[in-house]
């Protein structure tokens, strides 16, 4: 299957180095992702007609949001990895659990992590909590997508073996030995771009038109229902492509399911993205039923 893979492309993780400094595209692509999405915030909050009222935020408390949202989303997203992926490593080494330069980061974590800074952040301002998440939902999109592509360049969250025209041959130990699945060389999918495309192109499509053509804000919850259902259905289609974390794998289990149903299963992303999915639903009934 070789052959007909495509070969990765010579892309190196660092922009550039300065002295001790490196500018990474993984930095970047967050950096960038959260500008785009605070200017998609503010051009929200700055069009009264989509709303019922006036506008949940001033651009100024979108600015203090976005703060909180940093903070939520590096202390979630590293306490989430810990506790979801790796606990016994953490437990045997606690000095490296706030060491999130080494790399690390899981995106239920981050999503709690923001859910509890944008509770406290509208108790604080005596906003509505559901419009805020409403806000946040819309803005989330770009940097799912940066971030996504960005694990690509980075060779990273490989997807499983494939031999499909389109299936990547990624450098270093993906390129090796799969997990006993096939032997040798192999190309696996580029489920990195896969959920690039879910998540932040399709889904991100979605909630921008329902908001700025449909009125979505003038009914809260709906956008973040819309959101919490259509990540965790992405999330949960692209399982299906991306291999699992190495903790998982083994040689009876080299798929890494962490629930076996019959000689199927289903994995750690999977079983994280179905609270999420059953949340969303319930969450778009309330809306409406309210609306």
């Not at 190196?12 to 180095?17: A, C, G, H, K, Y």
């Not at 009914?219 to 998982?248: C, H, K, M, N, S």
């Not at 890494?256 to 949340?279: D, E, K, N, R, Y």
Request: with cysteine; proline share 7%; glycine share 12%.
């Amino acid at each position: 299957m070789l052959p007909a893979a495509i070969p990765f492309p010579d892309v190196s993780p660092e922009i550039f180095s300065i002295g001790g400094f490196a500018l990474r595209w993984y930095a970047l692509a967050y950096i960038v992702g959260i500008l785009i999405g605070w200017r998609i915030a503010v051009a929200a909050v700055t069009r009264p007609a989509i709303w019922t009222g006036d506008p949940v935020m001033t651009p100024k408390q979108v600015e203090d949001l976005l703060t909180g949202i940093i903070l939520g989303v590096i202390l979630g997203g590293r306490i989430g990895y810990v506790l979801f992926y790796q606990p016994g490593y953490y437990l045997q080494n606690p000095g490296e659990i706030l060491a999130v330069w080494q790399g690390g980061m899981a995106f239920h974590g981050g999503f709690i992590g923001v859910g509890v800074a944008i509770v406290l952040f509208s108790w604080r301002n005596k906003l509505h909590v559901g419009s805020v998440a409403d806000v946040l939902a819309l803005a989330t999109a770009p940097a799912l997508l940066l971030g996504r592509v960005s694990n690509f360049v980075n060779a990273e969250l490989w997807g499983r073996p494939s031999d499909a025209p389109w299936a990547v041959i990624f450098p270093g130990q993906a390129a090796q030995d799969c997990a006993g699945i096939l032997p040798g060389l192999c190309a696996r999918h580029p489920s990195q771009l896969y959920e690039a495309a879910l998540e932040g192109i399709v889904l991100g499509a979605l909630l921008l038109y329902l908001a700025f053509r449909r009125g979505a804000f003038k009914t809260p919850w709906l956008l973040t229902a819309l959101f919490f259902a259509g990540y965790g259905v992405a999330r949960f289609i692209v399982e299906f492509f991306r291999q699992a974390d190495a903790q998982f794998i083994t040689a009876e289990n080299p798929w890494g399911h962490v629930i076996a149903i019959g000689p199927a299963g289903i994995t750690m992303g999977q079983l994280l993205s179905l609270p999420m999915i059953i949340i969303g639903v319930a969450l778009f009934v309330w809306a409406r039923r309210r609306a």
